[in-house]
């Protein structure tokens, strides 16, 4: 991971939002919502909570007398989140990082993270901090993005700004949120960090959107790809963008389009 590839700021968020989420993140967010509520938790931590996929899903299934502290380190994201939550009295917003988390040892019985993991320079440095705030016998529930060729949209997108910056293509969405799916890791970081009862579960969902542009959108405008893109060339972001929409095009169709998307779910016992 690069150092730029945590920072979700500027127009990111609202891009984020309004075009990232319902694209590849709703599906899975209600899918860690049904899990984290089977668990039937009091006190809720959720770190790397971005722009409240997952809050907004999970906080309807809480008890009226559950705790339920989000945090992210981007202010930013948590900033946009807040302004679409509905007043909720059991809500705190916290800014804090996953890898120094500002919470009392043994203080939540369930820690959720949706695609945030990819993202902590060190995993067993933030594992460890989830199993420290956790009661004993509490749940560590996340979901990683499994390899970039099960997730066919961010392929398509990387394929197509390879042939734009052929000397130096923009490789974030491979490196960093698709960078983090060997089970065979996800394990020994957990093990490194101390828990020992770990499941791990790998999930397709279908990614849809009403035209090929939107993803082309999505990518290139609603992630740090941005950035990547801007910092080869500032004049090129609409033409990357349309030649990403017209990858997915050719290989889709040019009415509504839908491909797979896959990730790892994990449960962790402390
Ligand atoms: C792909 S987004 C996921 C956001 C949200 N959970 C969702 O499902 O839409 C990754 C998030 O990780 C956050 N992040 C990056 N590094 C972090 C860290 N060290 N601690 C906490 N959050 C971090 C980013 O700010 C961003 O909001």
Redesign the pocket.
Known sequence: MLEGD?L?AGSIPENYDRYM?PLI?DPF?TDLARRAASFAPRAVLE?????G??TRALAPKLAPDASYVVT???QP?LDYAASRQAPDSRIQWRQ????ALPFEDAAFDLVCC???AM??PSRPSAYREAKRVLKPGGHFLFNVWDHIKENVFADDVTNALARIFPNDPPRFLART?HGYHDTALIRSDLAEAGFSDVVIETRAEQSRAPSARLPAVAYCRGTVLRTEIEARDPGKLDAATDCAAAAIAARHGSGEVAAKIQAHVIVAVA
Not at 47 to 51: C, D, K, Q, R
Not at 96 to 99: H, L, P, R
């Open positions: 945590k979700f989420v993140f967010a770190i790397a909570a971005g722009t996929v997952v992210d380190l981007n994201m804090a990082d996953a890898m949706q695609f945030g993202f902590f949120p």
